[in-house]
């Protein structure tokens, strides 16, 4: 096995996974990717909720905004060349009081710049449209291009068609240091591997393989967890949209909604509890004591300074952590559902939120830190798992110049150079 290679990514979720094919396409570079686990998806890419979004939330101009919509086309395609399955299903959003009247239109308002279409409908079309549902205000949107995937079954196939393209996808290789001068990272197993360079492509450990590289230091990563409940098959409930209710636009998370995966399973949440480590999935698996204090106080601070709306967040979220308030929360949605519709759901994640410590706040779009001969790609939280196409298009296009020769099998030192500043 080689231990060169032009460009290393480092994490083997749809991110990393999307620049090696993009990189693929354009070079005929020697590309490794190291991945820490023993298979694809074990973190957020297998743990999603496979909503292909539509790209109406997201303030017009930021990288969200610009990519969300391609990517859905995209991941579309993607589906349609594996043979995956896809749920065209679109979403209803619906006010679930009166307040959200603004939102609403604040939302209309975005969706039409970022080029989305939605449709306002009355009372009497959103019954037809879904009987299950309601609406505070008489008014409701309706978001036909959104489409639910299969993120386990996209990310065996992305693995395998960029391993066919000639990279190589390297499983229990877990990066534990890194030599950012000589253009080196040392892996748990002791092995050491040159590159020309580095791609930080880590999900939820992002930020601590970028201090590694003496980049991004002020940020930190805060874990939220997204858990989620299965509406019983039993229940007498149907759906035929996502149904999502109008978020409160100061928070950053969308709110309980519905999502009907490919299988026909109706999940619904996730919520966004704080977690106390970075793979902090259930009760106490996976605290990281180390890293509670730096968390705890980031959440005092948010909390303190109420930033995003994070003491109107704390308040709501920590209550859906138990059952009956979790449903509380569902039924402004689906008045019907009853507590015992919920049945527990395996399905956890986590959104790997960065804490930006110097500026006291959340990073809230994409965000990307350069460093000798690395980048690396922080904040890669919803809907970057629908964006994942043309975000890598535009990483390779705005942070990787390369100068690879066709033939390159070897980490040279002008193989490729990451622009600073
Ligand atoms: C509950 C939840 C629901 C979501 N729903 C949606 C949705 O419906 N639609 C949408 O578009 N987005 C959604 N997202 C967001 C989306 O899942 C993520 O933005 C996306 O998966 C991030 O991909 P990634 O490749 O950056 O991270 P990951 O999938 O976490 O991949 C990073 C990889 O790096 C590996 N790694 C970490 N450290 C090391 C190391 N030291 N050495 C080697 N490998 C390492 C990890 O093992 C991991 O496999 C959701 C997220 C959550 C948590």
């Known amino acids: 096995m080689k231990n060169t290679c032009d460009f290393l990514i480092i994490g083997g979720g749809i991110i990393g996974l999307a620049i090696a094919r993009e990189l693929k396409h354009r070079h005929s570079a020697a590309i490794t990717v190291l991945e820490k686990e023993s298979g694809p998806g074990a973190h957020s890419s297998g743990r999603n909720s496979g909503v292909l979004h539509s790209g109406l939330y997201y303030t017009p101009g930021s990288l969200k905004a610009q990519l969300c919509r391609q990517g859905a086309a995209e991941m579309a395609a993607f589906h349609d060349e594996h043979g995956i399955k896809l749920n065209r299903c679109g979403k209803i959003l619906t006010p679930t009081a009166p307040g959200f009247a603004e939102s609403m239109a604040t939302l209309a308002e975005r969706a039409r710049q970022n080029g989305v279409t939605v449709e306002k409908i009355d009372e009497r079309q959103l019954r037809e449209l879904e009987p299950e549902t309601r609406s505070a205000t008489g008014a409701a949107l309706w978001v036909p291009d959104t489409a639910v995937g299969n993120p386990m079954a996209v990310i065996h196939a992305l693995a395998a068609e960029v391993r066919a393209r000639g990279a190589d996808i390297r499983f229990d290789a877990e990066v534990i240091a890194a030599q950012p001068r000589r253009r080196q990272v040392m892996l748990k197993n002791g092995e050491i591997l040159s590159f020309g360079m580095a791609i930080n492509a880590a999900g939820l450990h992002a930020?601590?393989?970028?201090?590694?590289?003496?980049?991004?230091?002020?940020?930190?990563?805060?874990?939220?967890?997204?858990?989620y409940w299965k509406l019983d098959p039993a229940s007498d409930i149907r759906l035929n949209h996502l149904i999502y209710p109008v978020p409160d636009l100061r928070i950053l998370y969308l709110g309980v909604h519905t999502t009907t995966a490919t299988d026909g399973t109706v999940y619904l949440g996730p919520t966004a509890v704080p977690a106390f480590g970075r793979e902090n999935y259930h009760g106490f698996d996976h605290i990281s004591w180390a890293e509670c204090p730096r968390i705890l106080l980031s959440l005092a601070r948010m909390f303190i300074h109420d930033q995003d709306g994070f003491r109107h967040q704390a308040w709501q979220e920590g209550r859906r952590a138990f059952k009956y308030k979790f449903a509380e929360a569902a039924r402004a949605l689906l008045p019907r559902l009853r507590v015992a519709d919920l049945l527990p759901?395996?399905?956890v994640g986590l959104h790997p939120r960065i804490f930006d410590q110097q500026r006291g706040q959340l990073l809230k779009d994409f965000a990307v830190e350069n460093s000798d001969h690395a980048i690396h790609i922080l904040g890669a939280t919803s809907p970057a798992w629908t964006s994942a196409f043309p975000l890598a298009r535009h990483l390779c296009d705005q942070y990787i110049q390369c100068n690879v020769s066709p033939h390159a099998n070897s980490a040279t030192d002008d193989a490729c150079v990451a622009p600073t500043g």
């Open 207 to 227: 930020d601590r393989i970028a201090h590694m590289f003496d980049a991004a230091t002020s940020c930190k990563l805060l874990p939220f967890r997204g858990l």
């Open 345 to 347: 759901a395996v399905k």
